[in-house]
């Protein structure tokens, strides 16, 4: 849901009336404070207390305020954590416990996850490299995305 942002409103009462307006309307339209204070051109702690001020209510804010925001350093140092306990654990498996069809599918999802790990080292070994150069590099696939797990 991308906003445009619009110009600030002058520092008139009549500009401060027309900015309220525009804020009761984006808040009723679902959009969060971040949202709300890029297209009007506050900062978002100003907005938060004009917000409270006034009474408006953000129906957005009470949604996410209970949501972790994603965090790349968290998710990053999660998902090496689950893959080094997952590889510390293969020796305690016993081959001749399973059956052919469940080591057919172990090896199909492993090499599935593989695949992903593979893909996903090659992107990091590319940011390593551009970090050491000083060039940033634009997030890719693995940029911020809907906050779909952790």
């Known amino acids: 849901m991308g906003t445009v942002k619009t110009r600030p409103v002058a520092n008139t009462r009549a500009g401060r009336a027309l900015r309220l307006i525009r804020i009761r309307e984006l808040a009723a339209q679902g959009l969060s404070i971040t949202q709300i204070a890029n297209d ?17 209510d953000v129906p957005a804010d009470r949604v996410l305020r209970k949501s972790r925001r994603l965090s790349s350093p968290r998710i990053l140092d999660r998902t090496c954590s689950e893959a080094e306990h997952v590889t ?11 059956t052919a069809g469940q080591i057919r599918e172990a090896v199909r999802r492993l090499r599935k ?18 970090a050491k150069h000083g060039i940033r590099e634009p997030a890719g696939p693995t940029g911020p995305t809907a906050a779909s797990s952790v």
Do not use: K, M, N, Y
């Open 40 to 56: 009007v051109g506050l900062g978002e702690q100003r907005l938060r207390i004009i917000v409270i001020r006034e009474r408006i």
């Open 88 to 98: 510390a654990d293969v020796r305690l498996i016993d081959l001749a416990d399973l």
């Open 113 to 130: 996850a593989r695949r992903a790990l593979t893909r996903f080292v090659i992107q990091l070994r590319s940011a390593e490299r551009h």
